[in-house]
Structure formats: structure tokens, C-alpha cells
């Protein structure tokens, strides 16, 4: 009988990884070479510039132009993004069976958009809760009652 592998993804918007649990009293290991990250940055580090102006549509005053979209958010979504097209070659390939996400509220919901088809059918429970600063032998607290490690 082949063994049921999971994937716990531990994710914010700036870093990832993936360990995998083969079984009850087996523990986590960590995935080799599914760890990223990118350096945390405030809209005010990718922004140099001033904003650009524009006159107004009433009046003769002119104001600054806001972006569309924040950039911060915008480069964290592109991470996310970026995390989530791996796991998709990874379930692809049958690298795992189920999948347990535990990501803070905002990644979770850019994952949740990003994720294909195909990886939604592995997901077996989701944890909307940042663990990425826990240490991996200190998981087991929060993941309890949703494996047994």
C-alpha cells in the first residue's frame, strides 16, 4: 500500500516552505529546495519617485496621481503567485497527495486565487494563521487536530 505524503505550506506574502508529514509519529521535514523568500519592502522603498500630477477635472488645481494598486501588495501577490505555480508542477508530477495550508490572511487569500484546479483538490484543511516565524519542531501545537504529526 503506498503511502499517503502531505505537504503543510507555511506562507505570508514574502516567504514560504513546504514540509512534508509521511505518517502519525513521523514528525515534519523539510521539502529540499521548497523554501523562498524576498525581502520584505514598504510601498515607500519601490516608490523613489514623487507621484505624478495631474489637473483636476474641476477647477484649475492640480494633485498627485495614487497608483492603481499598491505596490507592495502588488509584489507580494507576484510571490504568492509564484509559490503557487510550483505546487501546481509539484502535484502535477505526484510529489504529494494532500495538502495543508497555513498562511496569513492576505496570502491565503491571494493563494486561494492563484491556486490551479488541480492543487484545490489536494487541499485537505486550511490555517488562517501566520506560522512562518515558528520553529519546525514547534508546529505541531498549531497544526494539531488537523494531522497527527
Given at each position: 500500500m503506498k503511502?499517503?505524503?502531505?505537504?503543510?505550506?507555511?506562507?505570508?506574502?514574502?516567504q514560504a516552505r513546504v514540509l512534508e508529514h509521511s505518517g502519525p509519529g513521523k514528525g515534519?521535514?523539510?521539502?529540499?529546495?521548497?523554501?523562498?523568500?524576498?525581502?520584505?519592502?514598504?510601498?515607500?522603498?519601490?516608490?523613489?519617485?514623487r507621484p505624478?500630477?495631474?489637473?483636476?477635472?474641476?477647477?484649475?488645481?492640480?494633485?498627485?496621481m495614487e497608483p492603481k494598486?499598491?505596490?507592495?501588495?502588488?509584489?507580494?501577490?507576484?510571490?504568492?503567485?509564484?509559490?503557487?505555480?510550483?505546487?501546481d508542477e509539484k502535484a502535477k508530477s505526484g510529489a504529494?497527495?494532500?495538502l495543508v495550508i497555513a498562511a496569513a490572511p492576505i496570502a491565503l487569500?491571494?493563494?486561494r486565487k492563484a491556486m490551479s484546479e488541480h492543487v484545490k483538490k489536494t487541499v485537505v484543511a486550511e490555517l488562517n494563521?501566520?506560522?512562518t516565524n515558528v520553529?519546525?519542531?514547534?508546529?505541531?501545537r498549531h497544526l494539531d487536530g488537523i494531522i497527527a504529526v
Open positions: 503511502k499517503t505524503v502531505t505537504w503543510i505550506l507555511i506562507a505570508d506574502g514574502t515534519l521535514a523539510t521539502v529540499k529546495g521548497l523554501d523562498w523568500s524576498i525581502p520584505p519592502l514598504q510601498t515607500q522603498d519601490i516608490n523613489a519617485d505624478g500630477r495631474s489637473f483636476s477635472s474641476v477647477g484649475p488645481g492640480r494633485s498627485a494598486t499598491d505596490p507592495a501588495d502588488h509584489r507580494e501577490a507576484e510571490f504568492v503567485r509564484s509559490v503557487a505555480g510550483i505546487l504529494f497527495d494532500r487569500g491571494n493563494l494563521k501566520d506560522l520553529p519546525t519542531p514547534q508546529l505541531d
